[in-house]
């Protein structure tokens, strides 16, 4: 008996890809038989590298993690807009795969898991978060690249890659980080 093989999906923004995301991918690929991840566009948020450049950021990345962890399943991304539970379905995949790092992201996933099954009959396939990584998200990462002088502190957070990146959009100075900084500047 051929049984389809086990497709997840997991999407986010990846604005930008941190240790964390990529800790999800590993896990992940030891879960299911395909993991496909799917760089969205979130219009409730700002975004700091467009579709392309988060797209070919996470490829990178993704692609030392296959070339270093080659056990596992096979991993594709892909960006993609419009709602996640449409681009599941098109990728084929019965599951989304998501990472929990604390209560509030809890909260959260939970009633959009709630909300993807009823809309889409899609399962959610919560990670919960390594210590390491309860702290972390990509809206700290951009205060501190837009606040911080010096971004070494970020090396324990994002790889190398999105951290010069990173440099890059600082010494740019890309709008995004120029209006967290003016946010702080008129906080205090």
Same mark, same amino acid.
């Given at each position: ?20 995301? /990529? ?23 700002? =975004? *700091?590298?467009?579709? #392309? ?7 990178? /990345?993704?692609?030392?993690? *296959? =070339?270093?962890?080659?056990?596992? !399943?096979?991993?594709?991304? =892909? ?10 379905? #098109?990728?084929? !995949? ?8 604390? &209560?509030?992201?809890?909260?959260? #996933?939970?009633? =959009?898991?709630?909300?993807?099954? +009823?809309? !889409?009959? /899609? ?10 990584? !309860? ?18 502190? *970020? +090396?324990?957070?994002?790889?190398? &890659? ?9 010494? +740019?100075?890309?709008?995004? *980080?120029?209006? &967290? ?8």
């Amino acid at each position: 008996m051929n049984s389809a093989p086990h497709i997840v999906m997991y999407p986010g923004s990846f604005d930008p890809m941190t240790y964390g995301h /990529l800790d999800v991918v590993r896990r992940g690929r030891r879960l299911f038989d395909r993991l496909v991840v799917a760089v969205g566009h979130n219009p409730g948020k700002q =975004q *700091l590298f467009t579709l #392309e450049e988060r797209v070919e950021m996470t490829t990178g /990345l993704i692609e030392d993690i *296959l =070339q270093t962890e080659p056990d596992g !399943a096979a991993v594709e991304i =892909q960006g993609f807009t419009g709602l996640t539970v449409d681009f599941a379905k #098109e990728v084929g !995949a019965s599951a989304i795969l998501r990472g929990i790092r604390n &209560l509030s992201d809890l909260q959260n #996933e939970v009633q =959009q898991a709630v909300t993807n099954r +009823e809309v !889409a009959a /899609l399962e959610t396939v919560f990670v919960v978060a390594g210590q390491s990584f !309860a702290y972390t998200s990509s809206s700290l990462i951009k205060q501190i690249t837009a606040m911080g002088k010096d971004l070494s502190g *970020l +090396e324990s957070m994002c790889p190398p &890659l999105v951290i010069e990146k990173l440099r890059r959009k600082k010494d +740019e100075q890309h709008p995004l *980080l120029r209006h &967290l900084t003016i946010e702080k500047d008129d906080g205090d």
